[in-house]
């Protein structure tokens, strides 16, 4: 998998400094090329009948604002400087640089946070990736001014007030339009809340290229449709067994439907064969929505239970299943036992929650999919403390367990044991509707079982669920969107693929 880098705040202060130091690119032509990349992309989106405005810090962000000022200027647009901190209080070396070369040319400075609010277009460079601390006094009044206006707001690399790590918001934040982010995305601007303060975010090259890791890769990466263009097209000379066979155990009495979505989801990710593992009185539901799918009711003994884990390539375990004692027995098979793949999910989740001992059982690959409700269960962490470091939590329990944990938020964490980690991008909000988890766990193992890789099978299955539903949003929007919906929307999705990714 090739795949998007995305950073931290700290990762791109490295990169800096290793772009300077290693390849001698100086700083200021870095600086040079971030603003020049960002009036290219104002001059594209406004005319010159527009007035600017740019709010500047005293850090290197506030460097690039005034060079971004300086070349507006240059380039015949009206642009004014306005230095929250005042002009005496010295910066870092390169704004003190900025600053001085602005001066030289005489472009506008105004003292008046008012002139600043009268302005089409006001641009953010009060902090980017230094921010320290929640932003207060003074400062805070400044944004909450602008933040006021019917102004155009654009964030320089980061919006002030946005944590480019995690995404908190620190006191009080710039609400912008449109984010241009410098090389590589920052983490704190696709996790919630920070997301929320973005707008639209555009990535500007400044120069700065994946030579500058020097093998220090950053451990968070994210798919993008691109990606989808990877994955092989099905051989023609096959059958259902080259696709492997998926056993579904779930559903529990007043539960069938969660065993319908993933064993439907498995098959239409194109697994072979999926097998559902049941309660009897699921029976005649299951086989009316499903008829594909083969039935297995009332195991009663893990003994039974082994016979039908001989037959399959993978399992999914969980959605729907109740925290009966036969689903606890169930559960504890499947870990001790299973010699295959495991996907588990939702109530196994739970059951687990209550034995943790049972997760250092698993002989195989796992795939563990909670939402924060789960894992704050199985990490007796509160949900606040999982959002607080919601990339931190799932790599620390993917570790811990030595599983793929795919952590289910607005923004999907997928963690590997091996410390590579992946945020989704994909998805929208009319996902989050009950069956939405089941569907995905089945996609997950349908690809499970067609491509035998833990950390593909959770990355890729997590970003075609939530393509899926995007696919489909255009139809039901997200007030009407349910669970079968994502599942239609699969269709889609694959057909994409094969005509690889157009
Ligand atoms: N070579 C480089 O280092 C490059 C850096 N670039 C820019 O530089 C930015 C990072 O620059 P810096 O590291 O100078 O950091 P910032 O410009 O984000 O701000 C740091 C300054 O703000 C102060 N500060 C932090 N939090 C505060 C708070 N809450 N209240 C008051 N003061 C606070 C710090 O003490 C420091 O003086 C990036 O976001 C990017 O915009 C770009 O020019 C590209 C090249
Ligand atoms: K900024």
New binding site residues.
């Given amino acids: 998998m090739i795949l998007e880098y995305i950073v931290t ?1 700290n990762e ?2 490295l990169l ?2 290793t ?2 130091q290693v390849f001698l690119v100086p ?1 200021v032509v ?2 040079e090329q ?2 020049a990349g960002v009036v290219r992309e104002l001059v594209a989106c406004f005319d010159k009948s527009k007035e600017f405005a740019v709010i500047c ?8 604002g005034i060079a971004i000022a300086r070349l507006l200027n240059q380039a015949g647009y009206r642009c004014m400087v306005y230095y929250a901190f005042g002009t005496d209080e010295a ?2 070396e ?2 003190e640089l900025q600053k001085n070369i602005y001066a030289r040319y005489g472009f506008k400075v105004v003292s008046d946070i008012e002139c600043v609010c009268k302005s089409d277009v006001i641009i953010d ?1 009060l ?10 006094g003074s ?1 805070a009044d400044v944004i909450s001014s602008v933040n006021k206006t019917d102004a155009y707001r654009v964030a ?3 919006p002030s007030g946005v944590d ?1 790590d995690k995404g908190h918001v ?2 009080c934040t710039f609400k912008a339009d449109f984010t241009y982010t ?1 090389s590589y995305k920052k983490t704190g601007l696709l996790l919630w809340p920070g997301c929320d303060y973005c707008g639209l975010v555009k990535v500007v090259p ?1 120069g700065i290229d994946d030579h500058s890791f020097c093998g220090n890769l950053p451990s968070v990466r994210a798919l993008d449709e691109s990606d989808l263009k990877k994955l092989d097209n099905r051989p023609a000379h096959s059958n259902k067994g080259t696709f492997g066979k998926l056993l579904v155990i779930a559903g529990s009495r007043d539960m069938a439907g969660a065993a319908v979505l993933s064993a439907k989801a498995a098959y239409k990710s194109g697994a072979g064969l999926v097998k559902i593992i049941t309660p009897e009185c699921n029976r005649s539901i299951i086989q009316c929505a499903l008829p594909e799918a083969l039935l297995c009711t009332d195991i009663a003994s893990a003994k039974a239970l082994e016979t039908e884990l001989e037959w399959a390539d993978a399992v999914v375990i969980g959605p729907g299943l109740s925290k009966s004692d036969n689903a606890k027995m169930l559960v504890e098979t499947v870990l001790k036992t299973a010699e295959i793949p495991l996907v588990i999910d939702a109530d196994a989740l739970n059951i687990i929650s209550d034995n943790m001992t049972l997760l250092n059982e698993h002989k195989m690959p796992v795939i563990v999919t909670p939402h924060l409700g789960e894992m704050s269960r199985l990490m007796k962490k509160s949900i606040a403390d999982i959002q607080e470091d919601i990339i931190g939590v799932a790599g620390e329990f993917a570790c811990l367990y030595n599983v793929t944990c795919v952590l289910k938020d607005f923004r999907t964490i997928i963690a590997a044991a091996d410390g590579e980690k992946f945020i989704n991008l994909s998805g929208n909000c009319g996902m989050a509707t009950a069956g939405s988890g089941d569907v995905l766990s089945g996609i997950v193992g349908g690809l499970l079982v067609q491509w035998r890789d833990t950390k593909k099978a959770a990355a890729y299955g997590a970003f075609i669920h939530g393509l899926a539903g995007d696919m489909v949003f255009d139809n039901t929007g997200s007030y009407g969107m349910i669970a079968s919906d994502i599942i239609d929307g699969l269709d889609k999705v694959w057909i994409k693929v094969e005509k690889n990714g157009n």
């Fill in positions: 705040g791109m202060k800096d400094d772009t300077s700083s870095l600086m971030a603003a810090g005293r850090g290197n962000n506030a460097g690039d910066g870092s390169l704004f460079a902090f980017g990736t230094g921010l320290k601390r929640a932003i207060e400062l320089v690399d980061v480019s620190m006191g410098f400044i």
